[in-house]
């Protein structure tokens, strides 16, 4: 069955990008009708949406952070990246890659749960 | 944004009882609605999506229910593998999550 590996650094300095890379196995990144995202979770604020995208490369992002994320795929290496500019120590979490559905459309977008998730990896922000 | 609140936040219960957590959209949602559970280190693990579609390998003790604004997960008989931190999540428009429900050991 697929699963996914978060891998990237542990620790980043304040101002600095956050990099993240979501490894696939046990399957294609391009089969089905999938999606690819970014969820992190801390616990002030519990589980964020962060971003997903596409194998086509097309993107959507939490409003709340768009002005600072950037999702990438790499089909040939069955990955898709997270970048997260200009980190704070809001900015520390556990970061999940996560796999997304097509269950539900409406005029602009499809949506559905996340199914399987990466383990998790902590990313924290401190000089 | 759609926001969705559960209650409660925290609830004690012992093994053996049934137990039912409650998740309220600030809107309607239809039925587009999944439930996970997350054990410490871990990551959610999907229980049930659709509002009330328990997803393969799933024991019958749980089950979900609702529609529209207001949403239940139910777990009829408590099993010790059970305690564990339980969200609900929207995805109706983009995707919000609860804050979540630890369910402890009375």
């Known amino acids: 069955q697929v699963q996914l590996q978060e891998s990237g650094p542990g620790l980043v300095k304040p101002s600095q990008t956050l990099s993240l890379t979501c490894t696939v196995s046990?399957?294609?990144?391009?089969?089905?009708?999938?999606?690819w995202s970014w969820i992190r979770q801390t616990a002030g604020k519990g589980l964020e949406w962060i971003g997903r995208?596409?194998?086509?490369?097309?993107?959507d992002y939490n409003p709340s952070l768009k002005s600072r994320v950037t999702i990438s795929v790499d089909t040939s290496k069955n990955q898709f990246s997270l970048n997260l500019r200009s980190v704070t120590a809001a900015d520390t979490a556990v970061y999940y890659c996560?796999?997304?559905?097509?269950?539900?459309?409406?005029?602009?977008?499809?949506?559905?749960?996340?199914?399987?998730w990466g383990q998790g990896t902590l990313v924290t922000v401190s000089s | 944004d759609i926001q969705m609140t559960q209650s409660p936040s925290t609830l004690s219960a012992s093994v053996g009882d049934r137990v039912t957590i409650t998740c309220r959209a600030s809107?309607?949602?239809?039925?587009?609605l999944a439930w996970y559970q997350q054990k410490p280190g871990k990551a959610p693990k999907l229980l049930i999506s659709k509002a009330s579609t328990l997803e393969s390998g799933v024991p019958s003790r749980f089950s979900g229910g609702g529609s529209g604004t207001e949403f239940t997960l139910t777990i009829s008989s408590l099993q010790p593998d059970d305690f564990a931190t339980y969200y609900c999540?929207?995805?109706?428009?983009?995707?919000?999550f609860g804050q979540g429900t630890k369910v402890e050991i009375k």
């Open positions: 809107q309607s949602i239809s039925s587009w």
């Open positions: 996560a796999r997304g559905t097509n269950r539900y459309c409406d005029s602009n977008s499809c949506y559905g749960w996340f199914d399987p």
């Open positions: 999540q929207q995805y109706y428009t983009y995707w919000t």
């Open positions: 995208i596409y194998t086509s490369g097309n993107t």
């Open positions: 046990g399957g294609s990144i391009s089969s089905g009708s999938y999606y």
